[in-house]
T-cell receptor, first 111, second 115 residues
Framework: NAGVTQTPKFQVLKTGQSMTLQCAQD?????MYWYRQDPGMGLRLIYY???????DKGEVPNGYNVSRLNKREFSLRLESAAPSQTSVYFC??????????FGSGTRLTVV | AQSVTQLGSHVSVSEGALVLLRCNYS??????LFWYVQYPNQGLQLLLK??????LVKGINGFEAEFKKSETSFHLTKPSAHMSDAAEYFC?????????????FGKGTKLSVIP
């Protein structure tokens, strides 16, 4: 029972490099989300996908793109990383209003 | 728009003492409310949720929370703190939009338990 799986767990990027964070869930949830967590800021929504084939911006979408590849997978892409994107990124999935299941996070450092 | 305010970014209690973590919300519609716990270097784990049934909600690890509409509050309590309760706690409110259920989180309260 894997739940929500995120890869990689850690990553260091140089400014201007690109990368994709991967997320997959095996619970047949329709909705998936990407959040970033910064000290003292709580979690802020970057993008979400209500169902396969749809994506929408959240509170802090600038500098990010997403792809809902299928019902299971929702990836987050940084096209040109900036130091301000140093953060811990969490993927989550949900069914209706029963709360989220979170992945274990990706700790990203941009130098 | 919905929002959550958690009063106190850090709370310290003695082992065996009452834990009280405060959460106030604003919502234009009946809210769904959640408390999550995050242990160091881990993801968030659901503690409990309020979904318009009973106003007193019991969760895991001995925690409970009471929904008070008149005070727009959803405070988290535990009668007796244990060392293993040291973690960061997040209150969240749910909105429904475009078929998804977006959670808006508070900034978190870090709980320290003093032996």
């Amino acid at each position: 029972n894997a739940g929500v799986t995120q890869t990689p767990k850690f990553q260091v990027l140089k400014t201007g490099q690109s990368m994709t964070l991967q997320c997959a869930q095996d619970m047949n949830h329709n909705s998936m989300y990407w959040y970033r967590q910064d000290p003292g800021m709580g979690l802020r929504l970057i993008y979400y996908s209500a169902s396969e084939g749809t994506t929408d911006k959240g509170e802090v979408p600038n500098g990010y793109n997403v792809s809902r590849l299928n019902k299971r997978e929702f990836s987050l892409r940084l096209e040109s990383a900036a130091p301000s994107q140093t953060s811990v990124y969490f993927c989550a999935s949900s069914v209706e209003n029963y709360g989220y299941t979170f992945g274990s996070g990706t700790r990203l450092t941009v130098v | 728009a919905q929002s959550v305010t958690q009063l106190g970014s850090h709370v310290s209690v003695s082992e065996g003492a009452l834990v009280l973590l405060r959460c106030n919300y604003s919502s234009s519609v009946p809210p769904y409310l959640f408390w999550y716990v995050q242990y160091p270097n881990q993801g968030l784990q659901l503690l409990l949720k309020y979904t318009s049934a009973a106003t007193l909600v019991k969760g895991i690890n001995g925690f409970e929370a009471e929904f008070k509409k008149s005070e727009t509050s959803f405070h988290l309590t535990k009668p007796s703190a244990h060392m293993s309760d040291a973690a960061e706690y997040f209150c969240a409110v749910s909105s429904s939009g475009a078929g998804s259920y977006q959670l808006t989180f508070g900034k978190g309260t870090k709980l320290s338990v003093i032996p």
